[in-house]
Structures are given as C-alpha cells and as structure tokens.
DNA sequence: GAAATGATCGTCT
DNA sequence: GACGATCATTTCA
C-alpha cells in the first residue's frame, strides 16, 4: 500500500485505513509504538463544524492545510496536546485524530510517562495517546512519513474488523449524516466506552 | 458503577 | 473575554 498516496484521500476514507496502523516515536528517551484502535476523521472548511479548520485557516490549524502526512498536534483544556495525521493534499484541509491505542512496543517508558497506569489505558483518549508517545506542541508539522523521528506502519487485515459509528445526539432527528465520524476496531479493550462528546451542562 | 466538576492556557472574536 | 476535538478526581447511588 503506498500510504502517501493514499493520505491525499478525504480524512472520511483516510480514517479506516489507520486502524491497525502501528505508529512509532523515537525519542531520546526511547521509542514507544502504538497500534491505533480508535480515530476520528474531521474533514475541512464548512464540513465538519467540530472541526478546528471549520472556520478557515488560522495560524494555530495551519498544519491541517499542510501536505498528507504531516503532524497536526494542538493544545488544549489549558494542558492537553492531542495528535492528528493530516491528509488531503496541501492547501486543503483535513486530518484524522488519532483517539486510542494499544501499546506495542516501549510499554515500559509509556506507562512512566502516563503515571503507571494500567496497560490498557496507557493511549485510551486523545491526549493520553499524545502523552504515550511522547508528542508534544514541538512536534506539531513533523513529517511522520519521511521524518526521522515518527514512522507509522500500516495493517490492511486489521482495517477490516472496523466499528463506524456516528456520533451520539448530533443530529437527534433523521437529516443529514452525523459527524464526526468516529471508527474504532471491534472488540477492543483499548477503546471500551468513549463519553460521547456532549456540551456541558451545569446544573442549575 | 456512573455522573458531575475542576484544572488551566493558547487561540480566536 | 470566552471557550475548547480532555482527563482525573471527587461525589452520589
């Protein structure tokens, strides 16, 4: 499979095609690999309104317009960073959010870094993935298929055991599709009931 | 076990 | 000046 190729695809296409895929980090602390399980595709200008580039291009989301395969990481909730893989080709955006994983490989150095929680919410949540692998702000634009630090692998017989589902009370009535569109592999620990995304309420 | 709530700051209006 | 592609902890049942 030529991943490059394939990233230039809509991040709705892109998103299944992930699953499964090992993503690896190396840094000087050492490499943690983890095979993703859960992702979120979120398209571009006036498709997708949960989507930061929704709005247009901003200089914090300007790396979504960038070329397929690069590092989108954002801050957010005052101490979170999460991880998405753009796709697209440049000048458009979109990207996948990389949601939750299955520790592959440098479990040791990820459960220290996440506090020695168990293996099985090690990257179970965006920032938590994020803080697995080690990725922060400054790897925001890194090339993770030509770059020295990232490498992401691929695997088609996983990509065929996908749950997709559309998000909860978006629509709440028949109209169009609801998005985001979230996919996750079936039967996965690493992944087990995700919060649906739902504004907060205060009670009175 | 499930639900509510605070933490915390960069980015956009 | 307000809010957000969230998480961990504290409450209540």
Known sequence: ??????????????APMLLGAVLAHRSSD???????????AYEGEGQDPGSHAHRGRTRRN?????RPGLLYTYFTYGMHTCANLVCLPEGRAAAVLLRAGEVVAGAELASFRRGGVPATRLARGPAN?????GITLADDGADVLAGEAFSIDPDPEDAARIVAG??????GEGGSDAYPWRFR????????AYRPAVARVRSA
């Open 129 to 133: 993935l994020a803080s697995a692998l």
């Open 30 to 40: 050492g490499t943690v690999a983890v095979r993703l399980t859960e992702v979120e």
């Open 185 to 192: 592999i079936a039967g996965e620990p690493t992944v087990s």
């Open 166 to 171: 559309p998000r909860v009370g978006v629509s």
């Open 62 to 66: 300007a790396t979504m317009f960038g």
């Open 1 to 14: 499979m030529d991943l490059r190729q394939a990233l230039e695809a809509p991040a709705l296409e892109v």
